[in-house]
C-alpha cells in the first residue's frame, strides 16, 4: 500500500507543480506599467548577451562613445536645416522636451524631408512637420516624447560608438539579421524610448496606442531588424493604455 501511495505521489507532482505554478501565475500578474518596465529590463539584457556574444562589453563601448563624442557634438551644432519649421511647432517640440527633462536652450530644431515625422540626434530634433502634423495632437506628444528620449539616452552617439567597436573587432554587421548586435541594440533603445515616452501620461500613451495601430492598419513595412516588430509594440502600448487611463 505504502508503494502504491509512493507511486501516486510520483505521477502526481508534475501536475500539482504546473498547476501550483499556474496558480501562482493567475495570483501574482504585474500590472501593466510594472510589466512594461520589466519588458525593457529583458530586452537590454538580451542586448547586451548578444553583444558579449562578440566580445564587445559595457565598458568597451563606454569608453568608445566617450572618445567620439566631442567631434560628434561639434558636428550636430553645424546641421543645416532642409526647409523651416513653423515658431509653433518649434515651441510644442521644445515643450515636450522640456517636459522630458532636458534643457532645450542649446537644441536645434531642423526641418527634414525624411519619411519620418521626427527623428533626433543628442542635440538636433528634426522634424517633418507636414508628417508630423498629419498625426493627432496625442500622437505629436507620444513622438516627440519617444524622441526626447534618444536624446537624453544618448542613443545616436551610442550607436555611432558600438559601430565603430564592431569595425576595430572585425565583426560585420548583418543588416537583414534580426539578432545581429546592432540591430537587437537598436530594438532595445526604440523600446526603452516607446516605455518612456508613454508612461509620461494618458495623451503620451494613448498616442503611442493610436500610432503604432495606425501603422498595423496601413501594414506598414517593418521587418523586425532595427526596429520592434510592430504587432510587439501594438501588444505593448494596449497594455500601457489599459492601466495608464485609469490612473
Known amino acids: 500500500m505504502k508503494i502504491f501511495n509512493k507511486k501516486i505521489i510520483l505521477l502526481t507532482l508534475p501536475i500539482l507543480t504546473a498547476a501550483t505554478y499556474m496558480l501562482c501565475k493567475k495570483i501574482y500578474k504585474p500590472n501593466p506599467i510594472e510589466y512594461a518596465?520589466?519588458?525593457?529590463?529583458?530586452?537590454?539584457?538580451?542586448?547586451?548577451?548578444a553583444l558579449t556574444s562578440v566580445d564587445i562589453e559595457k565598458e568597451t563601448l563606454e569608453s568608445k562613445a566617450n572618445q567620439l563624442e566631442p567631434a560628434l557634438l561639434k558636428?550636430?551644432?553645424?546641421?543645416?536645416?532642409?526647409?523651416?519649421?513653423?515658431?509653433?511647432?518649434?515651441?510644442?517640440?521644445?515643450?515636450?522636451l522640456s517636459s522630458c527633462g532636458i534643457d532645450t536652450k542649446n537644441i536645434l530644431v531642423v526641418a527634414t524631408d525624411m519619411e519620418s515625422p521626427a527623428a533626433a540626434t543628442e542635440t538636433v530634433l528634426y522634424i517633418n512637420e507636414k508628417l508630423l502634423k498629419s498625426y493627432?495632437?496625442?500622437?505629436?506628444?507620444?513622438?516627440?516624447?519617444?524622441?526626447?528620449?534618444?536624446m537624453i539616452h544618448k542613443d545616436y552617439l551610442n550607436k555611432w560608438a558600438l559601430t565603430n567597436v564592431m569595425k576595430d573587432k572585425n565583426v560585420s554587421y548583418e543588416r537583414d539579421e534580426v539578432n545581429d548586435p546592432s540591430n537587437c541594440y537598436s530594438r532595445f533603445c526604440e523600446w526603452r524610448a516607446d516605455v518612456n515616452s508613454a508612461l509620461k501620461g494618458k495623451?503620451?500613451?494613448?498616442?503611442?496606442?493610436?500610432?503604432?495601430?495606425?501603422?498595423?492598419?496601413?501594414?506598414?513595412?517593418?521587418?523586425?531588424?532595427?526596429?520592434?516588430?510592430?504587432?510587439e509594440r501594438l501588444a505593448l502600448a494596449k497594455e500601457i493604455y489599459s492601466e495608464v487611463a485609469q490612473a
Open 37 to 49: 518596465h520589466q519588458y525593457v529590463a529583458h530586452q537590454e539584457q538580451q542586448t547586451w548577451n
Open 75 to 96: 558636428q550636430q551644432k553645424e546641421t543645416k536645416s532642409s526647409g523651416t519649421v513653423s515658431q509653433e511647432t518649434k515651441d510644442f517640440a521644445l515643450s515636450i
Open 136 to 150: 493627432s495632437k496625442n500622437v505629436q506628444h507620444f513622438i516627440l516624447g519617444h524622441e526626447a528620449q534618444h
Open 203 to 231: 495623451e503620451f500613451a494613448e498616442g503611442y496606442l493610436e500610432f503604432v495601430q495606425s501603422m498595423v492598419d496601413e501594414d506598414y513595412f517593418n521587418p523586425g531588424t532595427t526596429h520592434p516588430l510592430d504587432s
